[in-house]
């Protein structure tokens, strides 16, 4: 029982190029998330899909996209990355939206 | 106004000590109540989370929720070095769709 993956754990990108993060989760859960977060920040989301085939903006979507491939799997894609976009992205799930949230080990990114 | 504040610290306690973190709230119809630890370069895990006004224990941990002050709180008693981290308070709003984070309290604990 693998928890929630994340890959890649780091990558380093030039502005302008895109990119897409992947997450899994094998605990059956229903709700998926992608949060960013930066210094001081806290954690902020990004998109969420509180069931499969259905996802919703959260409190920053601007620049991001997701796709909610199966009840498994969340993808988030950069189209034309910033270095806006410079930070830590954490996928999470939990079993309904109301619930306790896991989290993946998270993916560092730098955008130059 | 924020929907979920909390004192971003840090805040530093003896070792033995107990540590008070607090959290208040937006939304008057939030329905779950989360705490959760960060280490310094790792992901969240959650410590408690509450649902009824009152107080809620788990070991050294006690979680305390007044919805009419709209005011959650994490005792932590006997505090140890390993307790030293950022403390995430998170709110489940009325609508149940999101969950909103608080920015984080670090704590420091010296032995």
């Known amino acids: 029982n693998a928890g929630v993956t994340q890959t890649p754990k780091f990558q380093v990108l030039k502005t302008g190029q895109s990119m897409t993060l992947q997450c899994a989760q094998d605990?059956?859960?229903?709700?998926m998330y992608w949060y960013r977060q930066d210094p001081g920040m806290g954690l902020r989301l990004i998109y969420y899909?509180?069931?499969?085939?259905?996802?919703d903006k959260g409190e920053v979507p601007n620049g991001y996209n997701v796709s909610r491939l199966n009840k498994r799997e969340f993808s988030l894609r950069l189209e034309s990355a910033a270095p806006s976009q410079t930070s830590v992205y954490f996928c999470a799930s939990s079993r309904t939206s109301a619930e306790t949230q896991y989290f993946g080990p998270g993916t560092r990114l730098l955008v130059l | 106004q924020k929907e979920v504040e909390q004192n971003s610290g840090p805040l530093s306690v003896p070792e033995g000590a107990i540590a008070s973190l607090n959290c208040t709230y937006s939304d008057r119809g939030s329905q779950s109540f989360f705490w959760y630890r960060q280490y310094s370069g790792k992901s969240p895990e959650l410590i408690m989370f509450i649902y009824s006004n009152g107080d809620k224990e788990d070991g050294r941990f006690t979680a305390q929720l007044n919805k009419a002050s709209q005011y959650v709180s994490l005792l932590i008693r006997d505090s140890q070095p390993s307790d030293s981290a950022t403390y995430l308070c998170?709110?489940?709003?009325?609508?149940?769709?999101?969950?909103?984070f608080g920015a984080g309290t670090r704590l420091f604990v010296k032995a």
């Open positions: 899909s509180a069931s499969e085939g259905t996802t």
């Open positions: 998170a709110v489940n709003g009325s609508g149940g769709f999101k969950t909103i």
């Open positions: 605990m059956n859960h229903n709700s």
